[in-house]
Every structure is written in structure tokens, then in C-alpha cells.
């Protein structure tokens, strides 16, 4: 009876149904464990603690019923770093391995991303942007959220020193890095790793005030009936109707999924002169996917989709290569495959605020290996 009763209960911590009381006793359980480890400032074993947490429960591991991976979230005491955010991946699979038995090399570790960003001026002046500052408004002048001016006058800095408000500037980050941006309209963007946008430095006299994006982007639009927003990207432009969205046009990606999480927003397919091809219609926890071919739209869950806007990685059914791409682009490595790579899809959550070995700590247990060599990621 305690067997089926603790089954249920870590049934429960697994699945997001389990009460307060309920999810302190589970974690009370990797306390427990953790509380054994000798050097209280080492992070716990994670695969250690897994395996005696499951040798006293006596529990089997279930048959799988997916070509899948479920994380499983602990906590544990021991580590303030992972409280409540530590998270482990079980491949029904394949069994856990001991850490003897899992291969993932390094002879350094790689730290995560950082908020940082640069702007490109009309004349071609670049300017850095800290990244101990949050974000940064554009306007007459750009200044950082709490006030602090980067560049007086902005819209002289164009070419010739003219006062052109069409003048275009484009803010950037690369590898590594995410930011956040206010247009001169007021519209919030949060700007993915190895991404861009160009725009005008003013919207004033424009029609339409039209943002072309490449990679990620998040958008909280100030709608203006006069006025349109549009986001141009490769093949494709997403027209606002009072909007949030997100966009990912990464082009190593294959697919633009354009996901709207508040109001409503148009989604054109554009030929190669530029011609709309076809146009949806999207509604909240709708994504229009655009191929070479095609422009589709399906029901997913925004919380996948603006997850790095959150500071997680969350998958759901994603390949190795689509989980390499983004470690890639926020890690700032490069990915190179060698044998035969899985073709399981793999679902769950990882914080995009640990070390790149904590990563692969959790990817090893599914079967898939890994190796630092300096900025190259090996994937076994």
C-alpha cells in the first residue's frame, strides 16, 4: 500500500497535480538525499539521488508509450542555484545510467547568455549597449529604461547629418545575447540570440509603420487603427490587429512560426516579388507555420513558443537538432554530429540561466552524449 501510495504521489509531482503538501513531501524526499552529500557548496548528484529515490519507492520504470523523454522537476536543499528550478530527463527508453557510465566530456564549461545588444545608426555608427541595463527606448533620443541617455538627438545621426525621420537604424544581438527594445511608437520587442530588426527612426510620417525582423522576436504592439504595424520577414508579413506576438524566422530552422498570444494578427504568405499569396487569420493560442510551400495554422501552447522570453528552454516533441539550434544560438558554440543521432522527440523544460554542462547533464540521460572542445560542441 506505501508503494502505491508513493507511486501516486510522484505521479502526481509529475504530471503538475500535486497540492502544496504534496510536492513538499517529494521534495522533502531529494532533501533527504542531498543532505548526504559531503561537501554541502557541491551540487548534488542528481543521478544518485534519482536512482536511490526510486530504489526506495521500489518503483519499475513504466513502459513508454511515445518515442519521448518526460523531465522530471526536484528540488533539492543542498543547492540553492536549483531550488524548485532543477530538473531531470528520464527516456522511458532507456534506463538511467550511473554517472560513470555516462559520456559527457569537458575540459571547461560555457556560461550562458546575457542580456546585450548593438544599434546600428543610419550613418553607420555602432553603438554598443550594456548589458547591466535592461532595455533601451528609441526616440528623439535613446536612452536606457531608467533614463540614462546613450545618444542625444538620434534621428540627426543619419547620413549627411540630415534630420531624415525615415532614416533607418537597426538593433541587433548576436550569439549569446537578448535584449529589449521600445520603438519610437512605443511598441515593445524582446529580441531573441543571433537576431535583428531594422526600422525607422521615426514612424511620424509613415503609413504604415512596417518592422523587418531575422530570428526571434516578441512583440507587444501599440495599435493604431491609422496607422498599421507590420513585421516583414523572409517570404512572410504579419500584420497587428491590437497584438502580442512572437515570431521565429530563424533560417536554419526550415519553418517561420509566427504565434499570437494576445488579440488578433493577419499572416501573409508572400512570393518571391513580394505579392501576397495567401493570408490567415490568427487568434489567441493559434501559429501560422510557413514553408517554402505553404502557409498552415494549427493550435499549439504559447508557453513553448515564448518560453526564452521567460528565461526557459521548453521543448515539446522537438528533435536533437531543433534543442541543438537553440543551445547553439543562446550558448554561442558551434554543433557538429558524429554517428548515428536519435530521432526521439523529446518534451520538458530546461532554465536558460545555468551552465551549458548543466544542460547536457540533463540531455545525457536520454542516451545522447556529449563533448566540450573549447567552442565546439560534439553530439555523439
Given amino acids: ?118 544599434i546600428t545608426l543610419a550613418n553607420g555608427e555602432l553603438i554598443e549597449l550594456k548589458g547591466d541595463k535592461e532595455g533601451v527606448r528609441i526616440g528623439e533620443a535613446l536612452t536606457y529604461s531608467d533614463g540614462t541617455v546613450v545618444a542625444d538627438k538620434l534621428k540627426s545621426l543619419s547620413p549627411g547629418g540630415k534630420t531624415e525621420e525615415a532614416a533607418e537604424l537597426t538593433a541587433s544581438t548576436s550569439k549569446g545575447q537578448t535584449y529589449q527594445f521600445t520603438l519610437p511608437d512605443g511598441t515593445r520587442v524582446w529580441l531573441n540570440a543571433a537576431s535583428s530588426i531594422r526600422f525607422p527612426a521615426s514612424f511620424s510620417r509613415a503609413k504604415t509603420r512596417v518592422v523587418e525582423l531575422t530570428g526571434e522576436a516578441y512583440f507587444v504592439v501599440v495599435h493604431n487603427d491609422k496607422q498599421p504595424f507590420q513585421v516583414r520577414s523572409e517570404g512572410q508579413l504579419v500584420e497587428d490587429i491590437g497584438t502580442e506576438f512572437n515570431i521565429n524566422a530563424y533560417r536554419n530552422e526550415g519553418h517561420i512560426r509566427s504565434t499570437l498570444v494576445e488579440g488578433s494578427a493577419r499572416v501573409s504568405q508572400l512570393d518571391k516579388t513580394g505579392l501576397n499569396v495567401k493570408t490567415l487569420t490568427l487568434k489567441p493560442n493559434e501559429q501560422a507555420v510557413l514553408s517554402e510551400e505553404n502557409l498552415e495554422m494549427k493550435t499549439v501552447d504559447i508557453s513553448e513558443a515564448i518560453a526564452w522570453k521567460n528565461g526557459m528552454f521548453q521543448f515539446e516533441q522537438a528533435d536533437i537538432h531543433t534543442i541543438m539550434n537553440q543551445l547553439s544560438r543562446w550558448y554561442g558554440v558551434e554543433v557538429v554530429y558524429e554517428g548515428t543521432i536519435p530521432t526521439d522527440r523529446y518534451k520538458g523544460k530546461v532554465p536558460r540561466n545555468v551552465n551549458l554542462s548543466q544542460v547536457f547533464k540533463i540531455l545525457s540521460a536520454s542516451g545522447v552524449n556529449f563533448k566540450i572542445e573549447g567552442n565546439k560542441i560534439i553530439v555523439k
Fill in 1 to 118: 500500500m506505501r508503494t502505491k501510495y508513493s507511486e501516486e504521489l510522484l505521479d502526481k509531482y509529475l504530471n503538475g497535480t500535486a497540492d502544496s503538501r504534496e510536492r513538499a513531501i517529494v521534495e522533502s524526499w531529494y532533501t533527504r538525499q542531498s543532505a548526504l552529500i559531503a561537501d554541502p557548496s557541491e551540487e548534488p548528484d542528481y543521478s544518485l539521488i534519482n536512482a536511490e529515490l526510486r530504489k526506495r519507492l521500489e518503483l519499475e520504470r513504466p513502459k513508454p508509450k511515445l518515442l519521448s523523454a518526460n523531465w522530471f522537476r526536484l528540488s533539492a536543499a543542498a543547492t540553492i542555484a536549483f531550488a524548485i528550478l532543477g530538473i531531470w530527463l528520464f527516456n522511458p527508453s532507456n534506463p538511467l545510467k550511473k554517472d560513470e557510465d555516462m559520456v559527457f566530456q569537458s575540459a571547461s564549461d560555457i556560461a550562458p547568455g546575457r542580456l546585450g545588444a548593438t
